[in-house]
């Protein structure tokens, strides 16, 4: 028998054929779910301050008021409502007096991002201008790819700064320090994520025409069995 003809012929596959085609079209229109991606890595040309404020603490939510799953965790809920400890647990540049400094975040495996959230610090040093670029390798000193963020200015209270730029694939990202509080021979910041793109989550619509499509399928089923 032809596959054609079968699901022609048999009431059930035909249910369950179209429970599958309106699922399917529903989801195709589906947003997709932003995250937040954290960094597995960072460093900087100009090394870390080290002791209590190594450049590890901006990655590793040393000082942050809850903690997040990366790539699980919703990246606007998270961010609209997470705070930070400010000077306790943020991350330093070593000592230079060469003008702009750079933290670079290795995000582990290249990821499409949107956004970025920064925790500031409230001390000396505190990055108060900065740019962000994308790259293909974690060495800043060789060139940078394209600028994904323009400078833009950071405050320094408990909460995260946040911006959206236009999404990008990359796994290297380079934030430059422009300008710091009392411009010091350092920078620092608390915390660093990114807002990065998963897979299309299922709308409530989608899951009833899944749910009215299995019933048709019963339905089919106890129908023919009657027969």
């Known amino acids: 028998m032809k596959l054609k003809s079968l699901f022609y012929r048999s009431p059930v596959l035909s ?21 937040v991606i954290g960094a597995t890595g960072v460093s900087s040309p100009q090394g870390t301050l080290g002791g209590r404020y190594p450049l590890v603490n901006t990655i590793n939510q040393s000082s942050l008021s809850a903690t997040y799953v990366s790539g699980i965790t919703d990246f ?13 647990g943020s991350g330093f540049t070593g000592f230079s007096t060469n003008g702009p400094q750079q933290f670079t975040f290795d995000l582990g495996a290249s990821f499409s991002i ?4 920064i925790w500031n610090t409230d001390s000396v040093g505190a990055i108060s201008r900065f740019d962000v670029y994308a ?11 394209a ?26 990202v380079h934030l430059q320090g422009l300008a710091s509080l009392d411009a010091p ?34 339905a089919a089923a106890r129908r023919r069995k009657a027969k």
């Open 185 to 218: 021979d350092f920078y620092g910041l608390n915390e660093v994520v990114f807002s990065g793109t998963t897979a299309p989550v299922p709308e409530p619509e989608t899951y009833a025409l899944m749910l009215a499509g299995l019933a048709m399928v019963g």
């Open 15 to 35: 249910a369950l054929s179209l429970t599958l085609t309106l699922a399917l079209a529903a989801g195709m229109g589906n947003a997709s779910a932003s995250t």
């Open 135 to 145: 790259d293909d390798d974690g060495d800043f000193s060789n060139g940078v790819g």
């Open 147 to 172: 600028q994904i963020l323009g400078p833009s200015s950071l405050n320094t209270s408990s909460a995260a700064n946040v911006f959206d730029f236009a999404s990008v694939q990359t796994r290297y």
């Open 76 to 88: 606007a809920s998270y961010t609209a409502t997470t705070t930070s400890g400010q000077l306790i």
């Open 114 to 117: 949107d956004g970025i959230a």
